[in-house]
């Protein structure tokens, strides 16, 4: 059964001359252990999709529907914090807090605080592989190392989608390619569904399925 699934789902930008459509009638499922790739060259729609998929932009026709529940403008909040899980390209992580510390935030202001979020961060941080650079900051750790943190911070609170916006695009090969088996093998092993937005060709060798967007709708 899907865990993520959209439907129709349009979206128009109005810059005060023209209405720009940018996505034309997506139709779109994720399985919960499923990890999807989602190509497309740049100016195809994907990233405005990914937003849509993680709430943080509405559509302007269609429908989504998140572990279950119907999407609408007054939930947005409240689904991105139970349901969904980012990784950014350019990590996002506060520079004044350490790796613990800035997974921990993340689930306070997911709602989980005290003793229950400090030991869910612990125990992602191990996950990753990072448990002796818990108390580093940001800028003590290698691209590689704060991207793990952002991967950690994204599996923190079990939420069942996690979404990636090019994971990979700040990474060198070598280690882009160890960051992405990881990831992988800790979305297949926890269960959740993984949308990966990229145009870097490693991915495909972890994803299960690719599906590709070309001015503003899937391809064949």
Do not use: W
Not at 5 to 12: F, N
Not at 110 to 131: C, D, P, S
Request: with cysteine; net charge neutral; aromatic share 4%.
């Amino acid at each position: 059964m899907s865990i993520l699934k959209a439907q129709q789902i349009e979206k128009s930008f109005d810059d005060g001359r023209e209405t720009i459509a940018v996505l034309k009638g997506i139709d779109f499922e994720a399985e919960r252990g499923e990890i999807v790739a989602l190509e497309g060259p740049s100016g195809s729609g994907k990233t405005t999709f990914l937003s849509i998929l993680g709430c943080i932009l509405t559509p302007s026709k269609g429908e989504l529907v998140i572990d279950n529940q119907y999407v609408d403008h007054r939930r947005l909040p409240e689904i991105r914090k139970k349901s969904l899980g980012f990784v950014f390209q350019q990590f996002n992580l506060f520079p004044s807090l350490t790796a613990v510390e800035n997974i921990e935030y993340a689930l306070n202001v997911k709602g989980m605080t005290g003793t229950k979020a400090h030991a869910e961060a612990e125990r992602v941080i191990e996950a990753v592989g990072l448990a002796e650079r818990k108390h580093f900051l940001p800028r003590d750790l290698s691209g590689g190392q704060k991207q793990r943190v952002a991967i950690a911070r994204a599996l923190a609170g079990n939420a069942p989608i996690l979404l990636a916006d090019e994971p990979t695009a700040n990474l060198d090969s070598q280690v882009g390619a160890q960051v992405l088996e990881m990831f992988r093998s800790l979305a297949k092993e926890e269960n959740r569904a993984l949308v990966i937005v990229t145009h870097d060709p490693k991915v495909r060798t972890i994803a299960d399925r690719v599906v590709k967007i070309r001015d503003g709708r899937l391809a064949a």
